[in-house]
């Protein structure tokens, strides 16, 4: 029996925190993905977006002066973004159901609340992975189709995650 | 009036690289993921010492006797941020609790008065008690306790 083979990815993580960073990375090896790319602010994040165009994205929201939405926003919407479909799963201390739902209106896949484990996380790529919703545009949103994910459906499985 | 969507099917899924067989079994995943972060999991306690010991320092220097503004608090709420993020992935959940709470507390206030940054001292003071007798690892009792506690804090 075997699990899912994720040796074929590069995964980018931006955290200002360098602990977090080198833990999610070393995480990321233990799930023999591919290679980890890292940033620590979602300006050089961008950049590292640009140049590597990763397969999944992973960030943190609050990162000093600079935020997680707006690298979200850069990857949906900028002209210069490879990928614009790219998984993005926000990994956060914020907890709020307002966060939840601000975090998903800006266009990410994914809402994977810290403190993270190991497990959380391997289970939260395997779902960003096995996810086959459809983008939608409306000149105001890009991203997942929220319709298919519902909030409180959201914010349960991160609970769950918490317990 | 509905706003005209259109629905696109992304032109290339990560699932195309990443097949469901072939890799590890989530636990020996799992267990390998552990086994790497294990040094960094273990070094976990020098550095929330050292961020104990900025937020002690950012609560000593607040002015005594007057209302703090929230500028000056915003440093306090920085830094227990990270603290609640980093606390439980690194084997210290009620490290996490705590900050969790002390956020809560600071976070949508306009400025703090001397009772109020009383309570800011007290979540600092239960930090130090957990890192000082290194209660690492899920304490079920204690964190609901704890849990309560705070709670009726923050809402007195």
Same mark, same amino acid.
Request: glycine share 8%.
């Given at each position: ?55 999944? *994205?992973? $960030?943190?929201?609050?990162? @000093?002066?600079? !935020?997680? &939405? ?9 002209? %210069? ?18 966060? *939840?739902? $601000?975090?998903?209106?800006? @266009?990410?896949? !994914?809402? &994977? ?9 391997? %289970? ?40 | ?156």
């Amino acid at each position: 029996m075997s699990g899912y083979n994720f040796s074929k990815i590069n995964v980018l993580v931006i955290d200002d925190s360098y602990y977090i960073r080198q833990m999610v990375k070393g995480f990321l090896f233990g799930f023999e993905v591919n290679e980890v790319l890292e940033a620590d602010d979602a300006q050089s994040g961008f950049v590292t977006f640009v140049e590597e165009d990763p397969d999944i *994205v992973i $960030t943190d929201w609050k990162m @000093g002066e600079t !935020s997680g &939405l707006d690298l979200v926003y850069l990857i949906r919407w900028s002209e %210069k973004s490879p990928n614009p479909f790219v998984p993005i799963i926000m990994l956060t201390g914020y907890t709020e159901l307002e966060r *939840v739902r $601000t975090a998903r209106d800006a @266009g990410v896949s !994914s809402y &994977l609340a810290k403190p993270v484990s190991a497990g959380s996380l391997y %289970k939260r790529l395997c779902s960003v992975v096995d996810d086959r919703r459809p983008f939608v545009r409306d000149g105001e949103y890009f991203g997942p189709d929220r319709r298919m994910k519902d909030i409180p459906e959201l914010v349960a499985e991160e609970r769950r995650e918490l317990d | 009036m509905n706003k005209k969507q259109d629905l696109i099917d992304p032109p290339k899924r990560v699932s195309e690289k990443v097949p469901p067989f072939g890799g590890p079994t989530p636990e020996a995943a799992i267990r390998k993921a552990l086994n790497l972060s294990a040094e960094l999991m273990d070094s976990y306690e020098g550095w929330a010492v050292d961020d104990l010991q900025m937020l002690w320092l950012e609560h000593e220097n607040l002015p005594k006797g007057q209302d703090v503004p929230k500028e000056r608090i915003n440093k306090i709420f920085d830094i227990a941020h990270e603290t609640r993020g980093q606390g439980g992935s690194f084997g210290y959940p009620l490290v996490s609790l705590i900050a969790d709470s002390l956020c809560k507390f600071v976070e949508r206030k306009g400025a703090l008065n001397s009772e109020q940054l009383n309570i800011v001292q007290l979540h600092l003071l239960a930090l130090k008690a957990v890192l000082r007798q290194k209660l690492k690892g899920n304490q079920p009792e204690m964190g609901g306790e704890l849990t309560k506690l705070l709670q009726a804090i923050r809402e007195s």
